[in-house]
C-alpha cells in the first residue's frame, strides 16, 4: 500500500527530531481538516479555489501526493465553476484527508508521531 504521505521527506526537510515532526504532522491535519470544513460550508466557488490551493501547497510539503492532486483538481474545478465537479469529489478529498490521519496513528503506534483525534 502506497504511504499516504511521505515521513521520510519531512526528516529531510526538518530533521528527525520526533517532536518537530509529530508537531508538523499535527499542524498538517489541522489545516487538512480546516480547509475540507471551510470547503464544504463555502457558498462561492473562489473561497472553494483558494481553500483547494493552501490545501495542494501542503499536502506538497509533507509528500502527501494523493491528497494534493485531489487538492488540485478541487481547485481547478472551483476555478472552471463547475460545482457539480468540486461536489464529486468531496469524498475523495475527505478519504484522503483520513488516510494521511490513519498514517500518522500508525506512526504513533510504533511510537514515532503523533495522537491523532478528530
Do not use: C, N, W
Not at 481538516?33 to 501542503?58: F, M, P, Q, Y
Amino acid at each position: 500500500m502506497t504511504p499516504a504521505y511521505d515521513r521520510a521527506r519531512l526528516v529531510e526537510l526538518f530533521g528527525d527530531d520526533e517532536a518537530t515532526l509529530a508537531e508538523i504532522e499535527r499542524e498538517f491535519l489541522e489545516t487538512a481538516r480546516s480547509v475540507l470544513t471551510e470547503i464544504r460550508a463555502a457558498e462561492d466557488l473562489e473561497t472553494i479555489a483558494r481553500a483547494a490551493h493552501r490545501l495542494k501547497g501542503a499536502s506538497g510539503m509533507i509528500g502527501a501526493a494523493a491528497l494534493g492532486r485531489i487538492a488540485d483538481a478541487v481547485e481547478r474545478a472551483a476555478l472552471a465553476g463547475d460545482l457539480p465537479a468540486v461536489l464529486g469529489l468531496d469524498g475523495a478529498l475527505a478519504q484522503e484527508v483520513t488516510k494521511v490521519a490513519g498514517q500518522a496513528g500508525a506512526d504513533q503506534a510504533r511510537g514515532l508521531s503523533i495522537t491523532v483525534a478528530e
